[in-house]
């Protein structure tokens, strides 16, 4: 058994905030997961574009060198949602001793066995955050996963339980918007760009509803971008919040 899969364990997945139909579905995907041209596709052209927004985040925050290669060096950063790593591997390029925890076993396992191709030292689990018992991190990132679980005001709480003061939360999710409903579900996955039953638009949660709920949990939301799409440009930064958007929230010390 090779090191990275050895780090990897699961754990009894609680109803709280995992749906297990969903768990399912990312599962299935979990061997084409780094293929820029299979089934998550999508997520390869968006995550470029979240990065930056992450590093900007990140130099903010802690008031860092936008030239330095790792900003995140003596860090330790956790990954919700992780799929098969697509968002750690970059963050432990950053310097963070990484941790990546998602609902599905058969994701981990992919994005563990990816890391040790790549040299890098990532540990990964499977299971309900909650019950995982990690302890706190300096940074938190979710993305595209908050409309997908069963319950958000306890999946954030989980989320904030994690993040350590004066750490920073990253979030991302679709908005429920005409546009959004048009272009990720109806179009997106009728073209085979998404995998079909990927996405289901009432579960989608609008910026109005989402930073109340982090405010309730004690966080301060700190930068909020929308995510645009145009034929000319691809998928990019904008002011526009229509079809996703990401954010920036801390916890105070």
Known sequence: MSDATARTRSNPIAAA???????????????????????SAMLHR??????????????????GDITERRPLAGRSALD????????????ARLGAAVTGVDAAPENVRAAALHAE?????????????????????????????????????????ELVSALAPGGLLVLSTPNR?????????????????????????????TPEELEPLLRAAGLEV???S????????????????????ILTARRPA
């Not at 968006?46 to 008031?63: E, K, S, T």
């Not at 993305?143 to 954030?156: M, T």
């Not at 546009?179 to 989608?204: C, I, K, N, Y």
Request: hydrophobic share 40%.
């Open 17 to 39: 905030t995992i749906r297990p139909e969903e768990a399912a579905h990312f599962g299935r995907l979990a061997e084409d997961w780094w293929n820029p041209r299979g089934s």
């Open 117 to 157: 191709g790549t040299g890098l030292d990532i540990r990964y689990l499977s299971g309900e955050l909650a019950q995982l018992d990690l302890g706190q991190f300096d940074l938190v990132t979710c993305l595209e996963v908050l409309e997908h679980v069963a319950d958000k005001p306890a999946f954030i709480a």
């Open 46 to 63: 968006l995550n470029p574009v979240r990065l930056r927004f992450i590093r900007d985040g990140i130099d903010l925050h802690w008031g």
């Open 177 to 205: 918007t005409a546009q959004s409903r048009v272009l990720l579900v109806e179009g997106a996955e009728l073209l085979g760009m998404v995998p079909r039953g990927t996405h289901h638009w009432e579960d989608f949660i």
């Open 80 to 91: 919700v949602g992780c799929g098969a790593g697509l968002l750690c591997e970059p963050l």
């Open 222 to 224: 700190v930068t909020t």
């Open 226 to 245: 929308g995510i645009g799409f145009r034929p000319d440009r691809g998928l990019h930064l904008s002011e526009d919040r229509a079809l996703n958007y």
